[in-house]
């Protein structure tokens, strides 16, 4: 038995705070990224520490409207709060960021964020499967590599890519091994539980460590009987990132008697069955080729988005689809209409909320929730 909890993954975050300080305290730097399109395998080639910092905290938003429109994405305020605040550690010690082109908030922000710390802003091509899209992509992470090399002092190697890739490769088989469980009916992983492993697990920078937690906590699940979660509605989250902070439709969705069986967004599901493969001599062209297929809702067209959706429906066995957009984010907002269509294809019952951090709208999406709930035939 391996004894690793849910607690384990909870206290990541805090564990992973002082380690950052000695490794930095030792002279190792640290890289700051806000999206599943950044390659970390270069930044772990180049010797640093890549930290996520995706703000899910409603926080910092105030001191962020003092120079952002209120209008903006919750999840980019956050972000631009904690750093214009100085109030998120992980920002506090990153001594680079990369932020990406993928929507237009999120790219206009970097603009005003290269004011307090060395943003390289990568251009992402918005087509998946266009010959000159990847070529265009390939260059941009020559680039980013080119870029790392120069502010870090320092030399990436093809092999160390590989190795890095290797090592992602295998975070994200353990990832994507643990989520699956959920598969099995009742699901032995509670929608909070789920949350707080796929989305604590990325603020671990040993990633040997996490992967042996993954597989240890894993392992856990299986051996146990599950006796919660018995006859719950199972219920697919989609659409923007929830992070712990920013999770209470999760938790309405478990108060309400459902269970939320697996995730869709970049939080969960949607880069997990993404490898990236060894057949090539360049490893940049190998991480170009898996980065670009991520369906991320700022591509156009997305259609991975919907076929990964009608895959996780199937193997997931849910009985009902909630699709979060987070307030004036048009790409999930928009595409919102393909993911009801489908679902609706289903027989299945869909309900698609729009919100934000606070917590001011509560009980209508707890009403809300609840009716979709109904819905679901026993
Ligand atoms: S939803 Fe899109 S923009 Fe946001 S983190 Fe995921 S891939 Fe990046
Ligand atoms: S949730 Fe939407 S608007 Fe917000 S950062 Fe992600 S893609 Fe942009």
């Not at 990369?98 to 005003?112: Q, R």
């Not at 060894?278 to 062209?285: F, K, L, S």
Request: net charge negative; charged share 25%.
């Amino acid at each position: 038995m391996s004894n690793h909890t849910v607690e384990d993954f909870a206290i990541i975050r805090q564990v992973n705070v002082m380690r950052i300080k000695e490794s930095k305290e030792q002279g190792q730097k640290v890289v700051g990224i806000y999206c599943t399109y950044c390659p970390q395998e270069l930044i772990l080639a180049a010797g640093a520490i890549p930290v996520g910092l995706c703000g899910t905290s409603e926080a910092p938003i105030a001191l962020a409207e003092e120079t952002l429109p209120r209008n903006l994405c919750p999840l980019i305020k956050s972000s631009y709060g904690f750093a214009a605040g100085d109030t998120c550690p992980f920002f506090h010690f990153s001594d680079l960021v990369i932020g990406e082109t993928t929507c237009d908030g999120k790219k206009k922000m970097f603009e005003l964020m290269q004011e307090i710390k060395p943003v390289y802003v990568m251009q992402l091509p918005h087509v998946h499967q266009n010959e000159n899209s990847f070529n265009l992509w390939v260059e941009e992470l020559r680039s980013l590599r080119t870029w790392l090399e120069k502010n870090l002092d320092t030399t990436i190697t093809d092999e160390g890519l590989w190795k890095a890739i290797d090592e992602i490769n295998q975070e994200t088989a353990a990832a994507k091994a643990i989520c699956d469980i959920n598969q099995m009916n009742p699901p032995p992983i509670s929608g909070l539980d789920l949350l707080t492993i796929t989305w604590s697990r990325s603020f671990n920078s040993n990633k040997a460590e996490v992967i042996e937690m993954l597989k240890g906590l894993r392992e856990e699940y299986i051996n146990n009987t599950v006796t919660d979660n018995i006859g719950r509605p199972r219920v697919l989250l989609t659409g923007c990132p929830v992070g712990l902070g920013s999770e209470k439709v999760v938790r309405l969705i478990e108060e309400a008697g459902g269970s939320m069986v697996a995730m869709e967004n970049c939080s969960g599901y949607k880069t997990l069955e993404l490898q990236t493969e060894r057949n090539q001599d360049d490893p940049i062209v190998a991480l170009a080729r898996k980065y670009l297929q991520i369906p991320c809702s700022c591509m156009t067209p997305n259609p991975y988005r919907m076929e990964l959706l009608e895959r996780m429906i199937e193997d997931f066995r849910v009985d009902a689809v909630i699709d979060l957009t987070w307030q004036a984010c048009h790409t999930y907002n928009i595409e919102a209409h393909d993911v009801g269509r489908l679902v609706k294809s289903k027989n299945i019952p869909f309900l698609h909320l729009e919100s934000d951090y606070s917590n001011s709208d509560l009980e209508s999406l707890k009403v809300r929730i609840e009716a979709l709930l109904e819905m679901v035939e026993k």
